[in-house]
């Protein structure tokens, strides 16, 4: 269906905005607007009360209690909170986007605009022209049977008398904004057939095609890889210099909030429980819940940062694109508890779709007791490896030898033995355990099958891993379900160490988790990686926790290893280009500190001439 | 695309063909061809088995018999009904295309129905006409559809006769149908009180209005619709074209549509003096129909503005409802002609077969008879149906509602319509796509029944009879035939799906 | 996206059984703002709520076919269906009598004609409640019809169990086999499914109910033989039409198995050391379970309808036994003159179908974890002014 017209509005005052960008001056806005020039520095948003409730098991739930706030024109004001914090349900509340069982109580005013309760008919003036938002999932939030082109001219042809041909030109020009390759051919494209960057360069490029007044960014950047993450909040940070709307930023992440915020409230349970200054959170925290919060997050270099560098460089580089690094020498005297020697990995055919070689000439070292971090990006191939390692995935070509066995070519009947030395703990806690096996069954499986214990031996070996993961022993007996996303996590663990296995793969076990939680996590992990000694392949995206846990990281970038040292030398001192980026992209919970590497980002990032 | 196309045609062919070897086999050993000899008292029976068995090659094994069938296919030609002697060929001309015309028919309505009704209900969830709705959907959905027909067939068609020839006001039931008429399309469109009240006086009021027109000023006896009857409906039609695809303030799609109407009423004279002078047939229906449509499309491009598209679409459609009424209007003129004719009798709702032999008149008395019989048959068939795409919608279009894009859609400021029409229905109806196929499927077979009960000359009953007595070629061409519909069926279906989402990208 | 050689779908838009009620997500709503509710502190008490764990609160302690089961039973559809799918199994198996124990109707040889009384109408009186002499009525001969109705019925849920079973376990192994294995198996099972399914299932089953009706003439069995088929032929058939009905079902478990085989903790288990059998019987199919009660629940309802339809048409139950579809055919005639003869079988049709499709929606919506039933307005307003009133008070009485 294409857009309609909408040429009965009457002519509204053309919205003059010196901040704007440039068509919109000429256009005619067709719904109205509050009036009023906007300046930088005026109130624009003054939030009192306001409370946020929703309908559940038969009863009213608080999800925000009495919020209030003021946002001034041209100010970042961020929103931090974990989950379930009512952070994006307060947000959302302004425009009257909650769920069908939420309710919305107080006051919020835009400019002299009373935005509770307003009626629908007046609110569809409001959203997308003074009040727009970036959503979390540039996948979803994108309608997937439209060219994104159109959805943009979509949002401008319902606030604007336009003809098409005008509003294509000011879509082209706000794609061009948001620096989307080639514009004009995009303008055509489907979202499907943009990257994840891509898309949400566009989600903001409708945020921004009616100039709003009030921008809400919803986690922008959570979904995104990051160093896409590190070009989006470049890209935003510039457009703030260029628009007058005000920000709210909703995030749990306090690295993007050390990067953009001017000031910012932090939410627990639905109550605010301190707001301030950007400089007041950070340096000097007040409400014991800010300081715990911020202590959780692991700050990338806190580490290594006084240590000095032995003289003797240990990181091996890769030569160019298509070639992974060199195996490194390792103490001939020690069994590697896992070695991979110039593998590739394949998903293997599936009907018509061909294989799929998702990791290529890998070569990579593990010795007994150490930890090696894996990281690099979505579709980089690290977890293709971690499945690979615990034959989880065929090795296509290259050898792979687990704790001195070669499993290279084993058949699935010869991989008994080899899977009783090896653990993997997943992602995804919600994902890992079979919802209709108490959590005992599954941390005891692997014990069932491969000792043959049962009756009361299997029960106290369970009841002992849980409790070694800190957990009651009475929670054997609990599904899935009924447990938090941490102790979930501490199963997983439980049932991938419930043989005490030489090698531990743990995939990105705790991205899915709350940071305060996932401090603990990984406290956790390891204690009992000091107690088992176990070698361990950990793979995550983020290189703070891998630099907290691994003694040695591994850099992946397309199916390729590109880097592999000590960390210490790999965080402070990074060779190769991807590295380097890779690096100074994760924003670190100090906005002076991340400020110092924003620019020198922002360096790297033009010198290596990289268009996300 | 193309290769696409072949490769899937390929696989149709091949299991097509694996198909009919299968139920060749299963017919051989299911059919009993000598049944009533066996019990025969003639004196001659061992010889009548004998000739018999020489007649349909009994003593040849079972493939190879297939195989002569086969080659003969190929060659076109499908066998016989042996025990009658009629060639396959000479059964199947007329069954074929009546069978696929009353699937095509009850199908297509079924889905405009059950896809408008279940959206309603989505959109109404958990209101009181959502659970109505339910209900009812669930009430069809129980009924045996062989029941439904005897139903129709011993029930109302008798007593709808009864009353086209005596029609009298019954206030009880005219007020009930208008009470029940209000309270839908007020559960359907009224949002709060308010608004609900209005809808239901509303539509008490029209309905209860037409009803009275139609009963107290003898309308019943000679139905018409006429000039001023075109000219409300076309009115009717451009408002709510404009309403649902654009919105009423989109004023150039108003007017490009009222224009339409107000083109269609002028042309009805004309077109009544081609109707008179002009013998017609199918084929200039269509080509009247396609003449309609190019006019809309040329009114909705001259008001065009920017947004030609959907000027002209919204004309178009105005063209076709009033095409489809102007039709409806010619038919009904020969209502009373029809009603007298002997072979009528004055009992114009059909029950048996689908025409009346030896009926006479031009083809405007035809066509009134067509679906004078089509009437109950569809009826039946539809109701089974529309009742499972209901449901189905519903289920997608309550899903699709949960999808971030809509909230993204409502964040942009879009009005409800556009959020519900453009974001919603649009991916709310993808699903349907791999539906559609296996419903066809079903109601190919409830066609067998209603075909039985009706005593159509379609291909279900063919493959009743045959399959009774025993004679496998026609039920081998039934076979055939439907099973190259339901893979087509199957292939239109994926090939759409590939049009439409363009997430799918066709590859063979 | 590339495809195979078919565009690919998500599974819930698999096409599925009959004529689509089961599957599809029907009455989703995620009312997911709320991560946990408050007081579920767990231990990360003092870190705050912080993860998504989903209303543990209303399901503490509870195993997931508990919880299943407890929103089962508040379905008032689901309720009522089975109310009245126990009253009619009740009615006809204690009047009529089954697994050799006589019932309590009087009439128990339902094949017996007699005297027509009082011109073979029926007799029941709802107030005051009496069943009369024929409370259905008679046909012309003067059979009773409230016997041949009772007898049919079981009929009808004897073909209705024994169809869902065998459908089921066919349906099961085909889609589990298909999905597990994926690949060449895969193809194979699923060209094979493509091949039944392409006809209406009404043809398959009028060609494998003729089948069994005319073999032992045909093949000149004995007598026993002959006359041990024509007593089961109600069982028989079941068998046969269960041949035919598996296929929804084996695409539903298929589509399932291809999603729930992708799933961590199958990986789990494999990298545990699982074998393939404990894989697909542990780990896979108690989490396909609920697509495969509530679909063979669906399947049950129109199996009643296909074998009433079929012994309409002459190929399914034919005499001595009774089938309510095989009445409605003989009495169709009759209809002007004896209407009863054609009400109460259908009514009964209708009443079966009718609550298994109220359990089959119940039981989806019992399984699927994103239906929550949400209040009307009026409900929500009430409970909110009943918080504003509380707080008022609250407040004036600290004043």
Sequence with gaps: MTSEATNNGKPDKAKSNEGGSPDLTTAVRLSKTLGGEVNRGDVILKVRDLSVNFWVNNGWFTAADKLSYDLKAGEVLAIVGESGSGKTQSAMSLIGLLPKNGRASGSAKLKDTELIGMSINQLQHIRGNEISVIFQEPMTALNPVYTVGFQIVETLRTHFVMAPSQAKKRAIELMTLVEIPDPIDSFDKFPHQLSGGQRQRIMIAQALACDPKLLIADEPTTALDVTVQGEILKLMRELRERVTAAIILITHDMGVVADMADRIVVMKDGQVVEHGTSDEIFNRPEHPYTRQLLDSVPHLGSVTAEEELPAARLTLVSEGEQAGVPLEAGDPSVTPAMLMEDVAIEYPKQGRRPAFRAAHHINLRVDPGDVVGLVGESGSGKTTIGRAAVALLPVAEGKLTINGRDVTSAKPSELKPFRKEVGIVFQDPGSSLNPRLPVGESIGEPILLHLGLGGSELSKRVENLLESVQLPRAMRNRYPHELSGGQRQRIGIARALALQPKLLIADEPTSALDVSVQARVLKLFQDLQAEYGFACVFISHDLAVVEMLSQRIAVMRHGYLVEVGPTKEIVSDPQHPYTQRLLSAVPVPDPAEQKRRRELRDAIIEEQHIVS | ??????????????????????????????????????????????????????????????????????????????????????????????????????????????????????????????????????????????????????????????????????????????????VIAGLFWAGALGTDLKRQLIVFGGAFAITLGTLCYILLSGWILRPQIGIVGIAIIGAAAAYAVTLIFSGINNKRALYSALTTAV?????????????????????????????????????????????????????????????????????????????????????????????????????????????????????????????????????????????????????????????????????????????????????IGGAVITETIFNWAGMGRMFVTSLAQSEPDPVMIYIIITGGLAMIANLVADFLYGILDPRIRVNA | MSTDDKPERTPAEEPEFGSQLGGQPDDAIDVDPLATPPGEAADEAAFGRGEGVGDSKEVEGLSQ?????????????????????????????????????????????????????????????????????HPFGQDDIGRDNFALVMKGIQTSLLVMVVLGIIALLIGVAVGALSGYYRGKIDTALMRFTDLVITLPVIVMGAVLGKLINTLPDKMGWSYDVTQAIRDNLPLLLAIMLGLVLWTGLARLVRSEFLTLREREFVDAARVAGASDWRIISKHILPNAVGVIIVNTTLMMAAAVTLEAALSFLGFGVKAPNVSLGMLISQYQGAFATRPWLFWWPGLFIILIALSINFIGDGLRDAFDPRTKRIPSQRQMNKAMAQILNDNTEKAGAAK
Excluded at chain 2, 23 to 44: H, K, V
Aim: with cysteine; glycine share 8%; aromatic share 12%.
């Design chain 2, 1 to 178: 695309m193309l290769r696409f196309i072949a490769r899937r045609l390929a696989i149709a062919v091949g299991l097509l063909l694996v198909l009919s070897v299968l139920m060749y086999w299963l017919l051989d050993i299911a059919m009993d061809p000598l049944d009533d000899l066996r019990t025969s008292p003639a004196l001659n029976r061992d010889q009548l088995i004998e000739l018999r068995v020489l007649q349909l090659n009994l003593d040849q094994p079972w493939y190879v018999r297939y195989w002569h069938w086969l080659t003969n296919c190929f060659q076109g030609n499908f066998g016989t009904a042996w025990r009658t002697g009629q060639s396959v060929n000479s059964l199947l001309g007329g069954a074929a295309l009546t069978s696929i015309q009353l699937v095509f028919a009850a199908t297509v309505i079924a889905l405009l129905l059950g896809v408008t009704i279940g959206l309603l209900s989505a959109l109404r969830q958990y209101t009181t006409f959502d659970y109505a709705i339910t209900f009812v959907s669930f009430v069809l959905y129980a009924l045996p559809i062989f029941w439904v027909a005897v139903l129709l067939k011993q029930y109302l068609a008798i007593g709808v006769n009864d009353y086209l020839n005596n029609p009298v006001m019954n206030w009880p039931v005219v007020l009930g149908i208008s």
């Design chain 2, 263 to 443: 083109v269609g009423v002028g042309t009805y004279v004309g077109v009544q003096w081609l109707f008179y002078y002009v013998p017609m047939n199918e084929l200039w229906l269509i080509g009247l129909l396609l003449v309609a449509i190019a006019i809309a499309l040329l009114i909705g491009w001259l008001w065009g503005g920017p947004d030609r598209a959907v000027s002209m679409r919204g004309a178009a459609v105005v063209a076709v409802i009033m095409s489809v009424f102007v039709y409806v209007d010619r038919v009904l003129q020969g209502w009373q002609t029809y009603m007298n004719m002997s072979a009528i009798n004055r009992r114009p709702i059909a029950t048996i077969g689908s025409q009346t032999p030896n009926l006479g008149g031009d083809f405007w008395i035809a066509q009134l008879d067509k679906w004078t019989h089509l009437l109950l048959p569809t009826i039946a068939l539809v109701l089974i149906s529309f009742a499972g795409y209901t449901r189905y919608q519903r289920g997608s279009m309550l899903e699709v509602m949960n999808q971030d894009y809509i909230r993204t859609a409502r964040a942009k400021g879009l009005s409800e319509r556009i959020v519900i029409v453009r974001h919603a229905l649009r991916n709310a109806l993808l699903p349907l796509a791999s539906i559609v196929p296996v419903d066809f499927i079903t109601m």
């Design chain 3, 65 to 133: 076919g508990q919880i299943v089961w407890s929103r089962f039973i508040r379905h008032k559809g689901a309720m009522g269906g089975m109310i009245v799918l126990g009253l009619v199994a009740l009615l006809s198996l204690t009047s009529m009598g089954a697994f050799g124990i006589p019932g309590w109707w009087r009439i128990q040889n339902f094949n017996s004609s007699g005297n027509v009384i009082n011109g073979a109408a029926p007799t029941l009186k709802l107030w005051p409640f009496t069943l009369g002499e």
